[in-house]
């Protein structure tokens, strides 16, 4: 071997000998220092692109807008402008999620594949049946509403069959059940992983999310009516209310679930992450919103609440996400969960 070639392979392997340098030991390796498991993340983390948080954002507010027309209409409240942007809404909704999940997918075919079997041990098995039943459902009662809105033909023979054939009362109550679990079903999606941020929180992940999504729901239904000058005075006052009501709700999740995240939420505070979850979450969508309600009424001041309520739903699913990633990243974050410090100490509160 020449000298030549002795001090290439020394520059291409880092060894005199030639032979390849396979110790990444943080004191051997200086790009290393100071990193455990060599700076390596022990898990992936989610490859999502923006459209899955949209579709959680669009899924939650679509089962809260069914919710609450639904239980409005079973405890006898009868508005029909309630009634049409809600069902108008929710088919939307339910066009829209499916293509922004198989658009993240990459390749349709992979929807249609978790569509041939059902595991209901399985997260995200269990979300794409809930969207179809949901989405078939929701989409025969807004046939409905179409029908006798005149959308389809006036007083055509389709429209008088859909109206005859198409019992909306009931499909809604059918549609419930489903529907809440597409709303909270998003949450427990990311908790079933193995990210310590995601799933520390199992608990509460759920019902975060869904609440969330109500929230979202009744600030959409406010403004579509504040801008339309539609609905009952009994209705606008109804959605004030209860507004206020599940802001306090969402608020009160959120903060139990700080408490029992612990030391593993410290993502969501982190450079990348504070301004969509402290500023956008907590600040512009929970505080802000729930000032302006509990203030003197007036539609300006309702209309400010519900754009900044939206906003902060959506700001809430881009910071979970994002802050999934950082955790996921985060070769500390991972071993001290894993290795049972995540366990419930007799000292926790939640």
Known sequence: MTDATRQELQNRNGR?????????HPETDPERKDKNYYGIPPIKHAHWTWQIPIYFWIGGLGAGVHMFSTVAQLLGHEDEALQRASRYTVFVTMILSPILLIWDLGRPERFYN???VIKLRSPMSVQSWSLLIFGNLAGLVTARQAAKDGLLGGDSVLARLVIRTVPDRL???????????????????LSATSVPLWARNWLFMGP?????????????LSLVLNLTRSGEEKTLRVLHRAEKATILIEAALVAASLARMGRWSKPLFSREVAPLFVG???????????????????????????????????????????????????????????????????????
């Open 280 to 350: 956008g979450t907590l600040i512009g969508g929970i505080l802000a919103p729930f000032l302006l309600l509990s203030g003197k009424e007036s539609r300006p001041k309702s209309m400010l609440a519900s754009l900044l309520a939206l906003a902060g739903g959506l700001m809430f699913r881009f910071a979970m996400i994002k802050g999934g990633r950082l955790s996921a990243d985060d070769p500390e974050a991972y071993f001290t969960f894993a290795s049972g410090e995540s366990a419930p100490q007799p000292e926790d509160k939640v």
């Open 171 to 189: 499909f809604s109550v059918l549609a419930l059940p489903v529907g809440l679990n597409v709303g909270s079903n998003t949450g427990n999606l």
């Open 208 to 220: 975060v999310f869904l609440a969330s999504g109500l929230s979202s729901a009744l600030a959409w």
């Open 16 to 24: 005199a000998d030639g032979r390849p340098e396979t110790s990444h």
């Open 114 to 116: 978790m569509m041939r």
